[in-house]
């Protein structure tokens, strides 16, 4: 069994034990920053960690009403232009929290007297040691150069820190049965791995997904890309009817992440275009009327609110990638070109 398919597997424990651990962590220190007059968030990230922090964006606006902004870490490294940070609260979100660039804005920050917190899997790493606050992701070593259980203990984090700051005890409760939710997804994976042999050939392929899920669809499009070499771009449901829908015809690859929830209705009604259109569908969703559409169905078996789905919904783009990487006789742990830690600035 490969590394990936391990960490895939390992992901309820994890989430159970960052849930555990660093719930009384978090709440000590949304406690401390309400002293702090944040007035927004401000989510530095690369790769996996950024799709994260788009998942970041839409959890702070709608569950804080704080803006989001996403760095544009070379201002810092190599334009040396860094904006004011006054009032944020700055987050580096790294894997390995050795990412240069990433650290960068973090130190940046704190120079100009922002609050500072990192979510990372290594407490000794130099984006650790640089913010004043730490969440880790308690997943244990990844060995496998694709990113799996550190991006859902990301996400993870980010949810525990969103539903902290709110005051919310309803939502931090409800983060509890994240754990079992995922278990029951990856029950999908005799399903996903008989499927892949049909995309065997498959050399490109959209993946859209909307709200909390935009970040979804960039992820699962990421793995994709890293584990199959495939051309897997993502895109909004909006954003793909502003021309790159023209790409559909008969037969074309589309990947879905339909959960039910407030853009369902739209994320449905693009889904019955891509069907008459001919497309080659793949859709996960807890709703039968959308995977009722697709030719390879990934029916959720169990269903969380909206702004937790990402963590369940990615599970089957993680199995997707796996499998048909193996199908299409690649290496999943040793993807061609690639290193587990990107040093960028």
């Not at 997804?185 to 050939?201: C, H, M, N, V």
């Not at 790409?247 to 959960?259: Q, S, Y």
Request: charged content about 25%; overall charge negative.
């Amino acid at each position: 069994m490969s590394y990936l398919e391990q960490e895939i597997r390992q992901q309820p424990a994890v989430l159970a034990e960052l849930f555990d651990i660093e719930r009384p962590r978090v709440e000590a220190i949304v406690r401390d920053i309400r002293r702090r007059e944040i007035e927004y968030l401000f989510i530095a990230a690369r790769g996996s960690s950024d799709n994260a922090a788009r998942y970041g964006k839409y959890l702070f606006s709608a569950l804080n009403r704080l803006p989001v902004a996403l760095a544009a870490p070379s201002l810092f490294t190599l334009y040396r232009t860094p904006p004011c940070l006054e009032g944020a609260l700055a987050i580096g979100i790294s894997q390995s929290g050795r990412s240069t660039d990433i650290v960068e804005v973090l130190r940046e920050a704190r120079r100009q007297g922002a609050c500072t917190l990192a979510i990372t899997n290594d407490a000794d790493s130099p984006l650790a040691q640089t913010a004043e606050y730490l969440i880790l992701c308690h997943a244990g070593e990844e060995r496998s150069v694709a990113a799996t259980k550190t991006y859902t203990a990301q996400l993870a984090a980010l949810a525990l820190l969103a539903s902290a700051m709110a005051g919310d005890d309803r939502r931090l409760e409800a983060l509890g049965a994240l754990p079992q939710a995922v278990e029951a997804a990856l029950a999908l994976e005799d399903q996903i791995r008989r499927a892949t042999e049909r995309y065997r050939d498959m050399d490109r392929c959209v993946v859209i997904g909307r709200g909390y899920n935009y970040a979804t669809a960039f992820e699962i499009a990421l793995k994709l890309k890293e584990l199959t070499y495939v051309v897997a771009e993502p895109y909004s449901p909006a954003d793909f009817r502003h021309g790159p829908v023209a790409m559909i015809a008969k037969g074309f690859p589309a990947l879905v992440v339909a959960p039910q929830g407030q853009v369902y209705a739209d994320v449905y009604d693009l889904v019955a275009e891509l069907h008459e259109r001919g497309a080659d569908l793949v859709v996960i969703s807890d709703r039968e009327e959308a995977v009722a559409l697709s030719q390879t169905p990934c029916l959720l078996p169990v269903a969380v609110e909206e702004w937790l789905s990402p963590l369940i919904s990615v599970i089957p783009g993680q199995l997707l990638a796996l499998h048909l990487a193996l199908t299409k006789g690649f290496d999943p742990d040793h993807p061609r070109g690639l290193s587990k830690v990107t040093l960028t600035r």
